[in-house]
């Protein structure tokens, strides 16, 4: 007898549901006080904790090509799960080690990146290939594989949503030393999504017809269909387009080293498995909407992975956290999407399943542009809650609430979608392979979203103010525990006010007896994107407006043509 029914979902699903909600509770723990961690513990400054933070998240999400081609060609899903599992529970361990001796910056460190390198790779033999497992599980044309999706996605978000709230909680203390349980608890979860992962797979891992899935290399289940090797001069054509695009990303762009590997293997890789001399027309059209699909979705996540960085410090320092007397973790603010995708995945299942089962369900690329929309209008939310805001001023914990419940909006829409899509779409000799490319985009997009974030503004108020103020009162202004850092902004001298609010030094002044504000010498630090000087934090949000916006209103446009190109598949 099948587990399988048309009614229902095979127990298998449901197996890796737990297994992945287990992996994604370490990497979410880890990832809502990482920042913190740089930032407090190791005192690194808002820019250098911005630029790891996005060389960390891009390479988790490049890896996923290597993990693939491994899987495909060599191991099979199953091996490659457990070694990226073993790689990620070492990494988190070496995490709680920098967190132990974070007063040691310099072992702490060395100890950070290598927890970090032992995760990347980790999480590029791990992720690919359960995600490709649950396509796996239902027959092909099986129309339950989005809602599968859905159903895996929110495993996804499960374990999301209970990672910051006890990895904060025990890693957000306000005390450095506390970092290191945070990280200890993710360590905990990925021990327990390998021992769940190899102690069901064989029962209920399996093909509708009772065969294992992910013990052999994708290749060998080929019937139809033989593997063609790429042609060496199209390994060395695309190679030297690589070398071409780094050289000119890292000595002209200055992107640097991380960066421009990552971007120019975005371009390069796709053509190189493109030009697969093995490829059918209708294939080789399926995989171009993918690489479409892809290139839009790196607008999507460069906004919404803000989470982890930008929109960290805002809750830090910009959002009013108080509540019944005590003060929420800023990191507790990471959780508002998970459970608002948990809550709100079944209602798309079931708007989904309505409209198909009526044949009025829009195809997956007008689903994407609809959760680019969203996501646009969920900073410009928050643009609007900031626009004109006071230095010093913070503002309500509902405006922020609000972004990320409009953000859970979109992230339905695009992402589950997304991994359906590359499964129906992709060839089944490249399967895994072209889910590392879909990854590939969002590593891509986590690398941007770093740079995006050193943007974020600070204020900066005016030496000559400051040292006239301490003249009037004959008194040190500022505490010796305020770190003041000397600058030039349009040969201005200022001081950037990385520790202090505008409503402290004005409290500071009056009870040294002046009566006075200082409004007028406030300054901002201004920093600059394509030309535009980003100033205000509503500046900043209207950034990610103007570009998830357009991107959404291009796709929605070329959907049609994707859709043709998709020959039968929606």
Request: hydrophobic residues 50%; neutral net charge.
């Amino acid at each position: 007898m099948s587990e399988a029914t048309p009614k229902g979902h095979p127990k298998g699903l449901y197996v890796l549901f737990v297994t992945e909600m287990w992996e994604r509770f370490s990497y979410y723990g880890m990832r809502a006080i990482f920042t913190l961690f740089m930032t407090k513990a190791l005192l690194f400054s808002k820019e250098r904790g911005s630029d790891v933070y996005g060389d960390y998240t891009g390479l988790v999400y490049l890896t996923p090509l290597l993990g693939g081609y491994v899987a495909d060609r060599f191991w099979g899903n199953r091996k490659s799960i457990i070694f990226g599992g073993v790689l990620m529970a070492l990494g988190q361990f070496s995490m709680f080690l920098s967190g132990t001796f974070y007063k040691d910056v310099g072992l702490a460190t060395n100890l950070m990146y290598l927890g970090l390198g032992l995760l990347i790779f980790g999480n590029g033999f791990f992720k690919p290939n359960i995600s490709t497992m649950v396509g796996q599980l239902y027959p092909e044309g099986d129309k339950r594989v989005d809602s599968a999706f859905t159903i895996f996605y929110m495993g996804i978000n499960l374990g999301a949503f209970i990672a910051p709230l006890l990895c904060g909680f025990l890693g957000d203390t306000g005390r450095p030393e506390d970092f290191r349980w945070g990280f200890l608890a993710a360590c905990a979860g990925m021990c327990l999504s390998l021992v769940l992962f190899i102690s069901l797979k064989d029962r209920y891992i399996v093909t509708p017809d009772g065969r294992q899935i992910g013990d052999k290399p994708n290749t060998a289940r080929q019937t139809t269909e033989t593997a063609s090797p790429v042609s060496t001069a199209a390994a060395a054509i695309w190679g030297g387009i690589f070398v071409a695009l780094f050289a000119g990303l890292y000595f002209g762009a200055e992107a640097g080293v991380i960066g421009s590997f990552i971007y120019s293997l975005t371009i390069a890789a796709p053509g190189y498995i493109l030009s697969d001399p093995g490829l059918s027309k209708i294939e080789r059209d399926r995989i171009i909407v993918i690489y479409v699909v892809a290139f839009f979705v790196i607008f999507f996540w460069s906004a919404f992975e803000q989470a982890g960085a930008s929109l960290t410090y805002f809750a830090e320092e910009q959002t009013n956290r108080e509540s019944f007397g005590s003060i929420i973790p800023a990191s507790y603010f990471q959780a508002i999407n998970a459970v608002a995708i948990v809550l709100l995945a079944p209602v798309f299942v079931g708007i989904w399943g309505f409209l198909g089962k009526r044949n009025l369900e829009p195809a997956s690329p007008f689903k994407q542009a609809l959760g680019l929309f969203m996501l646009a209008l969920g900073y410009l939310v928050i643009a609007l809650g900031v626009k004109d805001l006071q230095p010093g001023v913070k503002v309500s914990m509902l405006w922020l609430t609000s972004l990320y419940t409009i953000h859970t909006l979109g992230e339905l829409a695009l992402s589950p979608i997304g991994l359906s899509m590359v499964n129906k779409l992709a060839p089944v000799k490249f399967a895994s392979l072209l889910m590392g490319v879909w990854f590939l985009s969002t590593s891509a997009a986590n690398k941007f979203a770093g740079e995006l974030s050193t943007l974020y503004p600070e204020p900066v108020v005016a030496v000559t103010t400051v040292q006239k103020l301490e003249v009037d009162t004959g008194t040190t202004l500022f505490p010796a525990n305020y770190k003041l850092d000397s600058q030039k902004v349009g040969g201005v001298d200022v001081i950037a006010m990385e520790k202090i609010q505008l409503g402290e030094l004005k409290d500071a002044a009056q009870k040294d007896g002046i009566k006075k504000t200082i409004e007028s010498s406030l300054v901002k630090n201004p920093k600059r994107f394509l030309g535009v000087e980003i100033v205000t934090l509503y500046d900043f949000f209207m950034l990610f407006v103007v570009m998830a916006g357009a991107a959404s209103v291009v796709l929605f446009f070329v959907s049609r043509k994707l859709l043709q190109m998709m020959h039968g598949v929606r």
